[in-house]
């Protein structure tokens, strides 16, 4: 049984800075690629981030490079999203999402998900 609890969400104003934190209770969160996705009110889950077993290969979507970053730290099980510069359409629900795999950008081959942060950038 995998449970992800992301944490961190919240309210900011543009330009600003949050940080989430995804936990993972398993101990073989080291044999899972992590991701990062989110979900805009009326619109579909879209990827954000995604990265390695390791951490040493990452993936950003397009509309988040050079402003967030992803990491992760297999001692505590922890994966972490650095959000630098949010912008009001960064206003989403962000789930973390596992696959014991090579990272993916798709999320139809992630089978584990999180339940979801809030995160909300005013103008």
């Known amino acids: 049984q995998v449970l992800l609890v992301e944490s961190g969400g919240g309210l900011v104003q543009a330009g600003g800075s949050l940080r989430l934190s995804c936990a993972d209770s398993?101990?073989?969160?080291?044999?899972?690629?992590m991701a990062w996705f989110r979900q805009a009110p009326g619109k579909e889950r879209e990827f954000v981030s995604a990265?390695?077993?390791?951490?040493?290969?990452?993936d950003y979507a397009d509309s988040v490079k050079g402003r967030f970053t992803i990491s992760r730290d297999n001692a505590k099980n922890t994966l972490y999203l650095q959000m630098n510069s949010l912008k009001p359409e960064d206003t989403a629900v962000y789930y973390c999402?596992?696959?014991?795999?090579?990272?993916?950008?798709?999320?139809?081959?992630?089978?584990?998900w999180g339940q979801g942060t809030q995160v909300t950038v005013s103008s």
């Open positions: 990265i390695s077993r390791s951490g040493g290969s990452i």
């Open positions: 398993r101990r073989t969160f080291s044999n899972y690629a």
């Open positions: 999402a596992a696959r014991p795999s090579y990272r993916d950008v798709q999320r139809q081959n992630y089978p584990y």
